[in-house]
């Protein structure tokens, strides 16, 4: 019996370590690289702090807006310049929106997963507030820097809540952050903020081509639809084949859906081994709309849910 | 010294670039996926950095920093998503064929980890990675010494089953990622 076990332990060892040192490797995540990524995390929650702690969330929220309006506009080809202006607008006011993410895998031997899901809610990008319900059940509270994520009673107890409904963590800690638009793109839908004006403008600054692909409307409104196309963009590590976006602007200059779809390519190697695409359709509507958000009682958050480890 | 903005104390520094790799591998094993270990290696740097006056490092950062990683809540929608997408497959030029076999069923076993449940990844990875005594497992875990114990069994006979005939690859078991 020992010996079994001896030789299970032994048999273990070898295949993790195995897998540990095969990891592949890759220098500016590691050593200095992992120290200015840490840094950057450090000096941004620097900043955030102190403006909230000044009141000053608003204004953090019209600066970034401000910056993110001088993207060039002027002397861009018109279907650049249009779509430029509505994503910039959308980064500075508040709306509605509907999201529906969908997978479609043709990865062998990747799982498929729960698909679609459907997020309706509120977004204020320039108070950072946001409410989020979710078809699974799930919902989640964006009160300035914090989020809270309210629990199916039975993923509250499998994540050992404790009874309590809630969780809590800090907004920049649900929000993936790459050097590169295209990886902070591709990864966002994942986020508890899922519209990401800053990296969509980045990307478009980057070069992509918008065409101008002719008249849309929808209920109540008339506009325009452009759509672009980045194929293997930077900082992806060839994992992401293309990211193509579809967005409408209607005649008053709003974005009224934005279509991104997004393909990974198992081996980085496009055809050889399948691959997994992710669509997220959002649609806006009600700009300017003015709502509240409250953050639960703190007697319902569990903030200590070490037990169950989210991998 | 006044500690300026972005600027950290030496000693953090020096861990970082000694140990940061090596909680990079070990996140990977336990979320199978690169790019979702480098973001919780990060924001558990983070989370150590803030901590790390009131702590003594002079002893064993290590163990604090696993902690961390181990605890830290991941947002639920983004743990639950990113470990499903696709991940670059095995490096194809290595230095010999050894070393690409070796990287080959490196790469499977990850694939197998992945598939595992999470706490039976978790537990392989601690106990035999990681080289944790079954006790510190389960403290890390918040499980019993005996739920480490059946995790690790029915872990591993899940590899095995997953990974099939793996006999002969040939690795030196006298490797390992122990720290130090």
Known sequence: ?311 | MRRGAEEFDERFTAFVRSRGEHHLRMATLLTGNPDAAEDLVQASLLKLYRAWSRIDTSGEPDAYLRRIIVNTRRSWWRARWRQETPVPEVPEAAAGEDAAERHAVGALVRQALARLPRQQRAVLVLRYCEDLPEAEVAFLLGCSAGAVKTHAHRGLAALRESLGDLDSFAVNETSGPASG
């Open chain 1, 1 to 311: 019996m020992e010996d079994v076990h001896a030789d299970e332990t032994r048999e273990a060892r070898r295949l993790l370590a195995t897998a540990f040192e095969t990891v592949p490797a890759d220098p500016a995540t590691a050593g200095d690289g992992l120290l200015r990524a840490v840094r950057r995390r450090y000096a941004r929650r620097r900043r955030t702090r102190a403006l909230v702690s000044a009141g000053g969330a608003a204004a953090a929220a019209g600066t970034a807006a401000a910056v993110l309006l001088s993207v060039t506009v002027a002397g861009a080809p018109p279907a650049l310049g249009a779509v430029t202006s509505a994503i910039s607008r959308a980064a500075a006011e508040s709306f509605r929106m509907n999201l529906i993410v969908t997978q479609h895998n043709t990865v062998p031997g990747q799982p498929a997963i729960q698909s679609p899901l459907h997020i309706t809610g509120e977004l204020d990008l320039k108070r950072n507030l946001g409410e989020e319900t979710l078809s699974n059940g799930w919902r989640t509270l964006i009160v300035g820097e914090e989020a809270y994520t309210e629990l199916p009673p039975r993923q509250a107890k499998i994540y050992g809540t404790g009874g309590k409904p809630w969780t809590e963590e800090p907004l920049w800690a649900t929000q993936p952050s790459y050097e590169s638009a295209g990886a902070q793109l591709a990864w966002d839908f994942n986020s508890d903020r899922p519209f990401n004006p800053q990296a969509l403008l980045a990307l478009l600054k980057s070069g992509a081509r918008v065409l101008n692909e002719g008249s849309v409307s929808g209920p109540g409104w008339t506009g325009t639809r452009y759509r672009f196309t980045v194929s293997h963009p930077d900082g992806t590590g060839g994992v992401v084949d293309s990211i193509t976006c579809t967005v409408d602007v209607d005649s008053q200059g709003h974005i009224r859906s934005l279509a991104q779809t997004t393909v990974f390519v198992a081996s980085g190697k496009p055809g050889t081994a399948g691959e997994m695409i992710y669509t997220t359709d959002f649609t806006f509507s009600d700009f300017g709309i003015r709502f509240s958000v409250t953050p639960p009682p703190a007697s319902q958050i569990a903030h200590d849910i070490g037990v169950a480890i989210q991998f």
